[in-house]
């Protein structure tokens, strides 16, 4: 069984050859985007070990950002991205408090981002605030998934990241077919790479599953591919400016977010 007390070392162990990669390579965005994980990390890490209240805490925090963040990108209104926000924070509050009633959560959510538009009687942009608004949901309201998941999910997540590193350096150096329109510097020997890279980590971190190779090896760069396409739509290089070396909080859980997808529906 996963425990986060097994996860620890692991995580400091990665953390620390990090940092000492990333003196090595002299690169200053490198720098910034390592401290802004070794502050992260431990964070995330402190919360997990606490268990499930920490957990949501965790993930209301982050659902809440990355509404606003979305929100942004689509061009929501004010009300329009706190409704948003406040309906993923009820599917991750019925994951914590009430198990088993997260679709109904969900549901009371997709009804009140529908209310937003409705009431204000948007005859010209009310359909596509709809539509954008329940894609948020769905797409973030994942992020329930981390309570019950627990260590799992802290795995998952590590795996995840470590592919996505190793699929753009990899693409970088071996070249070869793009990936997708979507998102032209990806390539697809990066692709493969991060998917041995993360199912590797996973066979480390004791946590290898076949749903679990699944969702890194397939989920991940699927929930990249889905940011771009938002990203590309809203004419936009990123989710947000405020996080060093990242840009916006959405920009690091893309990919998560599709893999906790894959994992929900194969388990």
């Keep these: 069984m996963i425990t986060v007390a097994s996860l620890a070392p692991y995580l400091g162990g990665a953390l620390a050859l990090g ?5 090595a390579s002299r690169r200053r965005e490198l720098l910034i985007r390592w401290c802004a994980w070794a502050v992260g990390v431990p964070l995330v890490t402190g919360a997990f070990w606490w ?15 990355a509404a606003m963040e979305f929100g942004g990108l689509m061009q929501l209104g004010r009300a329009d991205r706190l409704v948003l926000a406040a309906a993923v924070a009820g ?23 529908a209310a937003v538009p409705l009431l204000s009687g948007d005859a010209d942009h009310g359909l596509s605030r709809l ?19 627990g260590a799992s999910a802290l795995a998952l997540f590590v795996a995840v990241s470590i592919a996505d590193i190793a699929a753009y350096f990899a693409g970088q150096r071996l070249g070869g077919p793009r990936l997708s329109p979507l998102s032209p510097a990806k ?12 199912v590797g980590v996973l066979a480390v971190l004791s946590a290898l599953t076949w749903p679990m190779a699944v969702a890194v090896a397939v989920g991940g760069p699927a929930g990249d591919l889905l ?41």
Excluded: F, N, Y
């Design 91 to 113: 599917v991750v509050l019925a994951a914590w408090l009430a198990p088993g009633q997260e679709l109904r959560a969900l549901a009371i959510g997709a009804l009140a981002v």
């Design 131 to 149: 539509c954008a608004g329940l894609l948020g949901l769905a797409w973030l309201g994942v992020l329930a998934a981390l309570v019950p998941l």
């Design 51 to 65: 268990g499930s209240p920490g957990v949501a805490a965790v993930a209301i925090a982050v659902g809440v950002i």
């Design 19 to 23: 940092g000492l990669a990333v003196a």
């Design 227 to 267: 940011e771009s396409m938002i990203k590309r739509g809203a004419q936009a290089k990123d989710a947000g400016r405020w996080l060093p070396g990242s840009g916006g909080l959405l920009d690091r859980i893309d990919s998560l977010l599709i893999a906790l997808a894959v994992l929900l529906v194969l388990r």
């Design 187 to 198: 390539r697809w020997s990066g692709t493969l790479a991060g998917a041995v890279a993360g």
